[in-house]
């Protein structure tokens, strides 16, 4: 019973660190691309992207918010593409 338990405690401790290792090298890989980078992956998927001139500031951060739900993107891909927006406006 005691060797079941270790096997079985060895197991999910193997998991949880695959599991770290995945998010850490993905969150590594999405720092390392640009946010006009991101912009295209992400934005352009799913929809031709208005200009950068198309709206404020303001009216960007409402925006990236909605597309962060929807596009399902991560803090730091939104933030990203949320700069190039900024920036290019």
Not at 7 to 30: N, Y
Not at 49 to 62: F, I
Request: with cysteine; hydrophobic share 40%.
């Amino acid at each position: 019973m005691k060797k079941l338990i270790s096997i079985v405690t060895g197991a999910f401790l193997f998991g949880a660190f695959i599991i770290i290792i995945s998010s850490c090298a993905a969150t590594k890989e999405i720092a390392d691309k640009s946010s006009t980078q991101l912009w295209g992956e992400n934005c352009m998927r799913c929809h031709n992207t208005p200009p950068s001139s198309a709206y404020n500031n303001t009216q960007w951060e409402t925006i990236s918010m909605h597309m962060k739900l929807r596009a399902n993107l991560t803090d730091l891909e939104s933030a990203k593409i949320l700069e190039f927006l900024k920036s290019s406006n």
